[in-house]
Each structure stands twice: as C-alpha cells, then as structure tokens.
C-alpha cells in the first residue's frame, strides 16, 4: 500500500532536512518516493503501477507519495520541476532521483540496481 507522506511524516520517515544539512536516511527499509499531482496525466498512469508494486514488494521496500500542490515546501527542498518525479532512495549511499512516467520494467529494474531490492 502506497503512503501518502506531508512535511512533518517525510523528516521522519526518510530525511529530516532542518536538521542535517547533509543526506541521512531516516528509514528502516529503501523506499521510492513519488513527486505527483492529481491534475498529472502521467502521474496517473504511474500510480496503480506503483500500487502494485507496492504489494510485490511488500516488506522490502516502502512506496511513498507527495502531492507536489499540496505539500510545496517538499517539493522545493528536492528541486522538483517536473512530476512525475520519482526519488529510488536505498538503505545506504545517495538517492537517485527519476524523471517521467516509467514503466513497471524501469521501476522494478531500479528497485534492483538503486536500492539492491529484488
């Protein structure tokens, strides 16, 4: 099941950006964080696909989304100038940010190369 993150559930749950200024992973598993906006055609064709990977993947990884009207702040931290915008963040090293509507191949072979998740 995908969650949907806010500024305050984002600095806990994958990286408190007031207080470091460089990147500490928060979480327990990798996740990937999608950058969205209910108005995006793409955004929507990514969505029950990242639903469903969601299941596949089901204690592996965590399947984030930010609603890039709604939560600003967010979406101006990460420098997202197009959405979708896919953030692929493993347990360790840096995050690897995606643009585009990918499809289910592209999205399960970055789970694999990114966040070592198969």
Not at 51 to 64: F, P, T, V
Not at 68 to 92: A, H, M, Y
Not at 108 to 114: E, L, M, Q, R, W
């Amino acid at each position: 099941m995908t969650e949907h993150l806010t500024a305050e559930t984002f600095k806990t749950k994958v990286f408190n950006y007031e207080d470091n200024k460089e990147w500490k992973f928060e979480g327990e598993k990798p996740c990937v964080i999608d950058f969205y906006a209910d108005w995006c055609g793409p955004c929507k064709m990514v969505a029950p696909i990242l639903e469903e990977l969601s299941e596949e993947y089901d204690g592996k990884l965590n399947i984030y989304k930010v609603n890039t009207e709604k939560e600003r702040e967010l979406s101006s931290v990460f420098g997202i100038q197009s959405i979708p915008s896919i953030l692929f963040v493993p347990k360790e090293g840096q995050p690897q940010m995606a643009m585009g509507a990918l499809p289910k191949d592209s999205l399960t072979k970055a789970f694999k190369d990114v966040l070592s998740v198969e």
